[in-house]
């Protein structure tokens, strides 16, 4: 089992993001990893993600954890939370919040995340939850 925990994992994640800490995001993120874009609800792949980060293509400024729960499954862990987001796409600033789930797995010392979706929080869900 790791030592690290999931939780520190994740705002890792978060760190590196805004950093654009591709050697980072590289040791996090499982080869397999799968994100499902909060904006489009497109795929997007390990690589494709490490590569739109670094070169700043997509830039994070801000990215604040609202709030979070942890579930444990042996080997595995489900984070469900909320964030409040601001950076740029190709240019293009962004602000969104959303609520998230990140999976994770023990994979020796540390956890690695294998998925991660976002579903962005539009007034009329925001309202409603």
């Known amino acids: 089992m ?31 990893f799968l994100l499902i874009d909060v904006m489009t609800g497109s795929e997007v792949p390990k690589a494709a993600l490490i590569e739109a980060v670094s070169s700043r293509r997509l830039r994070f400024d801000e990215i604040n954890r609202i709030e979070f729960r942890v579930r444990h499954y042996g080997v595995t862990a489900i984070i469900m939370g909320r964030t409040e987001m601001r950076g740029a796409f190709t240019g293009q600033p962004f602000q969104v919040s959303s609520r998230y789930t990140h999976v994770l797995v023990s994979a020796g010392e540390r956890w690695r995340i294998v998925a991660a979706q976002g579903t962005q929080i539009t007034s009329t869900s925001a309202e409603a939850s």
Do not use: H
């Open 2 to 32: 790791s030592k690290q925990s999931p939780e520190a994992a994740e705002q890792e994640f978060f760190t590196a993001l805004i950093e654009a800490d591709a050697d980072t995001l590289g040791k996090l993120l499982a080869d397999d």
